[in-house]
């Protein structure tokens, strides 16, 4: 497993990759995880953050992710990936489409593995409220993110 570690907005985060696909991202656990890396996933990744935070969007669709879950967590974290930046779903919405329960998507949300890329900050309460986080500060990091996306709280 190679690691990659880079400064942002909303603190050090840390890139995990086996072989071609990143696994992971983690705050503030890469301290001592290299600032360059080898793994190609891994620059692409971290220059496509980089791009992120500088702009409120990016394409991580190209970028090949294997997040180790069960099936139904692999699915939800699909379709959280196809909500596009700046744009918002309530947990309702996508147990719909999901044909489960609200709750079982939050699960799958507090579960995922790579943050950001696959963006369950995205995901809101269906009052519109933010609700919690599982990355960086909690909520206040979701709502910067979505703040920088230009949601509107």
Not at 44 to 52: G, I, P, T, V
Not at 78 to 96: F, N
């Amino acid at each position: 497993m190679e690691t990659l570690s880079l400064k942002t907005p909303v603190g050090e985060l840390t890139l995990f990759a086996d072989g071609d696909a990143v696994i992971a991202l983690s705050w503030g656990q890469g301290m001592d995880a290299p600032h360059t890396a080898k793994s190609a996933v891994l620059n692409q990744a971290a220059a496509l953050l980089k791009d992120y935070f500088k702009t409120g969007t990016a394409d991580f669709s190209a970028l090949k992710i294997d997040p180790a879950g069960t099936p139904f967590q692999k699915r939800a974290w699909k379709a959280l990936s196809k909500i596009k930046s700046g744009k918002t779903r309530s947990y309702g919405q996508l147990a719909a489409t999901l044909k489960s329960g609200p709750r079982a998507v939050g699960g799958a949300c507090a579960a995922n593995p790579i943050p950001i890329i696959v963006p369950c900050h995205r995901v809101l309460a269906a009052d519109g409220k933010v609700g919690n986080y599982s990355g960086g500060e909690g909520a206040n990091t979701k709502a910067f993110l979505l703040r920088l996306e230009g949601v509107d709280l």
